[in-house]
Structure formats: C-alpha cells, structure tokens
C-alpha cells in the first residue's frame, strides 16, 4: 500500500512508479485517484521508486512531489 499526506485543495491524485530514480522506466501511472492511498501488488525481489502529484478542482496539476523508493523482497 502506498500512502501520503493530503495535499490541501486537492481533488485527485496520481502516482508514478519507475524502476529507476530518474523514472527513464516507468513502471506504472494510475488513473486519477481520490484518495492518498494505492493499493498494488509489485514484483518481488525488485526495488521501485515512486512519487505523487495531486490536482485542483481547476484541473491544475501540481509538481511531482519528492522520490520514495521501496524494495519488495
């Protein structure tokens, strides 16, 4: 499970998950999500890095936020 901090003013959020810090290989990008929480099942024995955006009711979208990275073992 993937989960953040609301973003104040958000109405939906998307994240991206790429096998490389530089996401040069994307692993996945969701559809827009209203919540800030993700739920995905990786590969074991892989380490994935991933970050999050959020967008306003304006459609305006927000920075990528900061890289986390996970290793699923």
Same mark, same amino acid.
């Given at each position: 499970?993937?989960?953040?901090?609301? @973003?104040? &003013?958000?109405?939906?959020? /998307?994240?991206?998950?790429?096998?490389?810090?530089?996401? *040069?290989? @994307? #692993? #996945? $990008?969701?559809? @827009?999500? %209203? +919540?800030? $929480?993700? +739920?995905?099942?990786?590969?074991?024995?892989? +380490?994935? #890095?991933? =970050?999050? =955006?959020?967008? *306003? /009711?304006? &459609?305006?979208?927000? *920075?990528?936020? %900061?890289?986390?990275?996970? $290793? =699923?073992?």
């Amino acid at each position: 499970v993937f989960k953040w901090q609301p @973003v104040e &003013g958000a109405s939906v959020y /998307q994240i991206s998950i790429a096998l490389d810090p530089a996401f *040069d290989q @994307v #692993f #996945f $990008t969701s559809p @827009v999500l %209203s +919540t800030p $929480t993700y +739920t995905m099942s990786l590969p074991v024995n892989d +380490t994935y #890095f991933w =970050r999050v =955006r959020a967008r *306003d /009711q304006a &459609g305006n979208w927000s *920075d990528w936020s %900061s890289i986390w990275k996970v $290793t =699923r073992k």
